[in-house]
Nanobody, 118 residues
């Protein structure tokens, strides 16, 4: 069964880095490659918000709050999307979710917790 599996979250201090990974398990390449892949996050009491996205042609889009600090990338051969997060801030603390969007619908991972201490 197709699913998105996130990894790489954890507890870090402000100023440190983390790299999140999201693997599209059970998804064939011809389905993954045309998909737009995104990272969202949700902090307690807040709505889920878009952090970054990358299209099939590798066009990227970032939330203003993470521009210059986060980088999204994808490896189609591994059917995996990454989020490199540098200079993390306490306000980046949230559950981070991977999202895959194609012509049929949207699919979500289970989320990975990122906690940044001051």
């Amino acid at each position: 069964q197709a699913r998105l599996v996130e990894s790489g979250g954890g507890l870090v201090q402000a100023g440190q880095s983390l790299r999140l990974s999201c693997a599209a398990k059970g998804t064939i390449t011809s389905v993954f490659n045309p998909s737009t892949m995104s990272w969202y996050r949700q902090a307690p009491g807040n709505e889920r918000e878009l952090v970054a996205s990358i299209t099939s042609t590798r066009n990227t889009n970032y939330a203003d709050s993470v521009k210059g600090r986060f980088t999204i990338s994808r490896d189609n051969a591994k059917k995996t999307v990454y989020l490199q997060m540098n200079n993390l801030k306490p306000e980046d603390t949230a559950v981070y979710y991977c999202n895959r969007a194609d012509s049929v619908g949207q699919y979500w991972g289970q989320g990975t917790q990122v906690t940044v201490s001051s």
